[in-house]
């Protein structure tokens, strides 16, 4: 087989697109506010309450409406239009964060309110990011592009968290969290601008007849419990979340024991950040989908092993490079079975799918983090790292264990999807594991 092509490996070909260029745009500036959002306002709980806790709690509302949301806005994806869909939620999403703002520079911020508008935000944002990994596919006319499409999806989500709260911690000290609020707000116009200028048909591939959302969702669970690769995948993200992220939702703590500011968070964080963007550099000179079981796997033994190492970082710049590494993990783990999902998926059912991806992390992450802050409450941030790291070690060794297992059942979708070929499929059957 003829190696790939110089323009077929680099990822920036996907900019040739015009639609797709125009959404990257409007994204990037709006992603930037949204990450400074986040950092400005765990920075206000933390600072309102100094419980990890209400901590949590606060980062969770934003969060749990996912798991009961979500599927439904799966459903909705593949019945409507998804352009205009994306540009309902943006709009919402632009009015909450004018409330936040608001609520935050006339002084009328309680921790209550900051639940109740996080709860809003989880409700849009159950229904936008479905949608919208949906809508990306459907801006993409070439198949081969689809890799490069979601690498750079990843990167535009990675560049705006390492601008954003590096952003986020000068405006916190200097103008308050309440300014952070009040640009993301104006960070809007810029996506819903760029989304005007975006034409193609976005409609669902057929109609869907009468049936109802309650019997399409159901058929969309049956889909993804029966296909391998999907099920593995996500329940692989679900998992794993519950007990892997709960340190980003929990990092005041830390830094307020280290002695640092919101500055200090807004570093930390985009330090994961960096990390993140290298791993999407990594992923993005990939032009097939075989083989990304092992990336999955390595990515998720890496990441066990450098949450540990942070469990002992106990300075700003030894958790530098630790944040880093664990950033460039996790992003080539989501990444690989992002990729994965959208390379087999059927395309009726894209929709259903993308959202139970998406809820398998934003669902599990914040009940996890529960649990996390509950520990930390008790017996201290360290010990909730070393906890955490511990589980996710254990996660990866199940999943190594089950990938010959997973591969041959997997086998027959990546066929019938024309992933595997012929000449492929004996490589793809010698390999221990992909």
Known sequence: MAPPSASTTNPLRVFGNREYSLYFGGQLVSQVGTWMQQIALSWLTYKLTSSPVLLAVVGASSQLP???????AGVMADRFNRHRIVVLTQTAAMTQAGLLAYLT?????????????GLMM????????????AFVYGMIKEKDDLPAAIAMNSSLMNLSRLLGPALAGFVVASLGEGMCFLL????????????????????????RGKSSVLSELIDGLQYALKTTPIRAT????????FGGMAYAMLLPVFVKEI????????????????GSVVGTAILATRKSVLGLGRWIIASSFVYSIALFAFGFARSFWISLPILAVLGAAMMLQMGCCNTILQSVVEEDKRGRVMSLFTMAFMGTIPLGSLVAGTVANHFGFQTMIFSCAIYCFAVAIILATQMPRLRREGRPVYIERGLLEA??????IAKPIA
């Open 66 to 72: 996912a798991l009961v949301v979500m599927p439904f």
């Open 105 to 117: 520079l006339t002084h009328q911020v309680h921790v209550w309110y900051l639940i109740a508008l």
């Open 122 to 133: 989880g409700v849009i944002n159950a229904f936008d990011m479905p949608v919208r990994s």
């Open 184 to 207: 993301n707000a104006a960070s809007y116009i810029a996506v819903i601008t760029a989304l005007m200028f975006i034409h193609g048909n976005f409609d669902p591939k057929k109609e």
């Open 234 to 241: 996500i329940l692989l993200l679900a998992v794993f979340g």
């Open 259 to 274: 002695g640092g500011d919101a500055t200090t968070l807004g570093y930390l964080s985009s330090a994961s950040a960096f």
């Open 423 to 428: 000449e492929e499929e004996a490589d793809f």
